[in-house]
């Protein structure tokens, strides 16, 4: 299991700012809305971790997180409850998608962007773990970039976020069969990928 609060815990203040206004903005806090509240406050940091390992930016993520929950709001009463964070998922990989193509390179997203770095491992802990952690982050974020779709989302969501695979597939809208095939072959791109990273920091 890859981790996710490493990389990301010290960004759920900034993105919690960035989608804060969805709870400031003039509407009557009626049952309609309290249900949408809780729906955000309970599924917006896994749109954001799954936005941040798909695009590997944090404002990236915040802008795709943010549009992801406007859209639940007017699609709300087309999502069923119980679906919502399938729903949410698969809007969130389009909508990672259509950013990623209007990137001018895809190579583009190698490159490390040292405020991130600086703001994912901000904290308490000793510079040597500190220095071992981002490491390895940013490495995984590398070979992730490198890893194609969809086994990179499918990585994503069963080692990173830890999903189920029923919800994985349901997510993507995939067979449960093919999730675990896809996840098998994904395992393998991204430790290939880690090697091949690790190679070239060595030489």
Known sequence: MYPET???????????????????NGHTPGSEYKRYEKLVLGYQHRVYGFAFYLLGDREGAEDV??????????????????????????????????ELRKRMT?????????????????????????????????????????????????????????MKYEDIGDALGLPLNTVKVYLHRGRKMLREQLSEVLERETT
């Open 106 to 162: 895809y190579h583009n997203l190698v490159d490390v962007d040292s405020e991130r770095v600086d703001h994912a491992m901000a904290g308490g802990l000793a510079p040597d773990v500190e220095t071992e952690q981002a490491d390895f982050q940013r490495r995984l974020q590398r070979a992730l970039n490198q890893v194609a779709e969809p086994y990179r989302s499918i990585v994503i969501l069963r080692e990173i976020q830890d």
């Open 6 to 24: 490493t990389m990301q815990s010290s960004t759920h203040r900034s993105e919690d700012r960035r989608v804060g206004f969805l709870f400031n």
């Open 65 to 98: 997180t943010q549009e992801v929950l406007l859209r639940l709001w007017k699609h709300r009463d087309g999502v069923d409850e119980d679906r919502v964070l399938a729903w949410l998922l698969r809007v969130t990989r389009n909508a990672c998608m259509d």
